[in-house]
């Protein structure tokens, strides 16, 4: 069965505060994608990785595809970062597999 | 640029009626997907089309959802008859290819009563 499992499903932290999401996957996965969810519902896609790492800003998302384990950083949490952050894995090079998704709030 | 545009952005209709969600993709895009969105089960994979062409329509929930792209600028997702339980938010989302990066739209809010 392809899965997608994330931790935490609920992050709290303060204004500063270095910031860590977990994902895992199951075989048959090629890609990991990180999409961000804002309160107002729009999804914005983050990264797409499938080996190394990546970074964006204060965003780095690494993949260990050896452990089928990828993480979503945040450096300096900002209130404005607080939204849902949700992990897909790409299956059959075009099915995105959703994880559960983390609530983030930041606060000042 | 305009991103991927989905109309209404709202519906409410009563249970029965015929409720359909349109969805113009970025231009150059030529895979399409229609997702669900729900608290109970998060995000799912309904049907996605590539070169309009659909491939996969195994997350479409039964007969009563139907969906179609004529072309590559326009697709179409019908629900006939509704049921309270289709209430969700329903995003389309667009890509060059399906190993792409996935480009989403606003979402429509569908509630059923």
């Known amino acids: 069965k392809n899965e997608v499992e994330q931790s935490p499903q609920n992050l709290t932290a303060q204004e500063g505060e270095f910031i860590t999401i977990n994902c895992s996957y199951s075989v048959g996965i090629s890609a990991l994608h990180w999409l961000q969810q804002h309160p107002g519902g729009g999804i914005v896609s983050l990264f797409m990785?499938?080996?190394g790492k990546k970074k964006h800003g204060r965003l780095i998302a690494t993949i260990n595809i050896q452990e089928k384990h990828s993480s979503l950083h945040i450096t300096a949490s900002h209130p404005r970062d607080s939204a849902v952050y949700i992990c897909?894995?790409?299956?059959?090079?075009?099915?995105?597999?959703f994880g559960t998704g983390t609530r983030l709030q930041v606060f000042p | 640029d305009a991103g991927v545009i989905q109309s209404p952005r709202h519906e409410v209709t009563e249970m029965g009626q015929e409720v359909t969600l349109r969805c113009k993709p970025i231009?150059?895009?030529?895979?399409l997907f229609w997702y669900r969105q729900t608290m109970m089960r998060g995000l799912e994979l309904l049907i996605y089309?590539?070169?309009?062409?659909?491939?996969?329509d195994s997350g479409m929930p039964e007969d009563r959802f139907s969906a179609k792209m004529p072309n590559a600028s326009f697709s179409t997702l019908k629900i006939q008859p509704s049921e309270p339980r289709d209430s969700a938010v329903y995003f389309c989302?667009?890509?060059?290819?399906?190993?792409?990066?996935?480009?989403f739209g606003d979402g429509t809010r569908l509630s059923i009563l």
């Open positions: 897909a894995g790409l299956y059959n090079t075009d099915k995105l597999i």
């Open positions: 990785l499938s080996s």
């Open positions: 231009s150059g895009h030529n895979s």
């Open positions: 089309f590539n070169n309009n062409v659909p491939i996969d």
């Open positions: 989302a667009s890509s060059f290819s399906g190993s792409q990066p996935q480009h």
